[in-house]
C-alpha cells in the first residue's frame, strides 16, 4: 500500500472512532469540583502530562490514542473494545498505530521508511 493510500486509510480508522467514541462517550472526560481535567475512571487519565495536550483537550489526530480504551472503559464497553481492537489491528498490521503519535510523525516515519527502501534497491 502505498503513502497515500495508508494515508487515507488512517483518516478513515480515525473518523469511525471518532465517530464511536462520540456516541459511546467511554470515557467520560470531565472537570472535577478543583476544575482538573479527569476521566470517569482515573484522576491520571490517559491525556494527563502528553505534549499535545491542550486547554480544551488534544491538538493533534492520533489514531493510537483514538483506539485506546483501559480495562475499566473496555470491561464496561465491551462491544466497543472489540471493534477497536479489529480497528486496531488494521492499524497495526499497516504501521498507523501509536499512543501519542501524531498522524504526521507516524506519516514522516513511514515516508522515511519508504525512502530507505527505495535506495537501498
Ligand atoms: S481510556 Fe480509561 S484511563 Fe484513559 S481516559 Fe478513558 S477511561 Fe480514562
Ligand atoms: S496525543 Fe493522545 S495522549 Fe496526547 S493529548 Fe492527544 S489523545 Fe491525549
Redesign the pocket.
Known amino acids: 500500500m502505498n503513502l497515500i493510500s495508508k494515508s487515507f486509510l488512517y483518516n478513515f480508522l480515525y473518523f469511525i472512532a471518532n465517530q464511536l467514541i462520540k456516541y459511546y462517550n467511554p470515557c467520560q472526560i470531565h472537570k472535577d469540583i478543583d476544575g482538573e481535567t479527569v476521566c470517569v475512571y482515573y484522576l491520571k487519565w ?2 494527563r502530562d ?5 486547554p480544551n ?4 489526530k ?1 489514531l ?3 483506539l485506546h480504551l483501559c480495562t475499566k472503559a473496555a470491561n464496561v464497553n465491551a462491544g466497543l473494545y472489540k471493534v477497536f481492537s479489529k480497528m486496531k489491528s488494521i492499524a497495526r498490521k499497516h504501521e498507523l498505530d501509536g ?4 498522524k504526521k510523525e507516524v506519516m514522516n516515519r513511514l515516508s522515511l521508511k519508504y525512502n530507505e527502501a527505495k535506495s537501498a534497491t
Open positions: 490517559c491525556c502528553c505534549k499535545f495536550l491542550g483537550g488534544c491538538t493533534t492520533c493510537g490514542c483514538k499512543i501519542r503519535r501524531s
